[in-house]
C-alpha cells in the first residue's frame, strides 16, 4: 500500500505564508513526478505545480512568483511554499505523486486526502 498524506494547512491571512508537506509512505521502489493540486468550493480540481524526480518544475501560469514546489527525494516528500496569499487561495490542497511499487516503467498515481487552506481577507 502507498499513502500521501499532507499538512500544513490551515487558516492564515492574506499575504501571509503557508507552507505544505506532503510525505509518501508505504511500499515504494521510486517516485516519478510529484505535485500539488487544489479544488475550491464549487469549482473544478486545477493544478497548483508539478516537480520531476530531477527537479523540473512546472506552474500554473497564475501562480508563478506566489508559490515554489520543492521536494525532498530521499524522505519522499514534496513541499509547496505559498507566498503573497490571497482569498482566492483558499481551497483544499491536493498531493500527487506517481510511484512505483514494483520496478518497471509502471508509475500509478496516488492522491493525498487534501490538507484545506482558507486565506481571510
Known amino acids: 500500500q502507498v499513502q500521501l498524506v499532507e499538512s500544513g494547512g490551515g487558516l492564515v491571512q492574506a499575504g501571509g505564508s503557508q507552507r505544505l508537506s506532503c510525505v509518501a509512505s508505504g511500499n515504494i521502489l521510486s517516485i516519478n513526478k510529484m505535485g500539488w493540486y487544489r479544488q475550491a468550493p464549487g469549482k473544478q480540481r486545477e493544478l497548483v505545480a508539478t516537480?520531476?524526480?530531477?527537479?523540473?518544475?512546472n506552474y500554473a501560469d497564475s501562480l508563478k512568483g506566489r508559490f515554489t514546489i520543492s521536494r525532498d527525494n530521499a524522505r519522499n516528500t514534496v513541499y509547496l511554499q505559498m507566498n503573497s496569499l490571497k482569498p482566492e487561495d483558499t481551497a483544499v490542497y491536493y498531493c500527487?505523486?506517481?510511484?512505483?511499487?514494483?520496478?518497471?516503467?509502471?508509475?500509478?498515481?496516488?492522491w493525498g486526502q487534501g490538507t484545506q487552506v482558507t486565506v481571510s481577507s
Open positions: 516537480i520531476t524526480s530531477t527537479g523540473s518544475t
Open positions: 500527487n505523486a506517481f510511484i512505483s511499487r514494483f520496478g518497471g516503467t509502471y508509475y500509478p498515481e496516488y
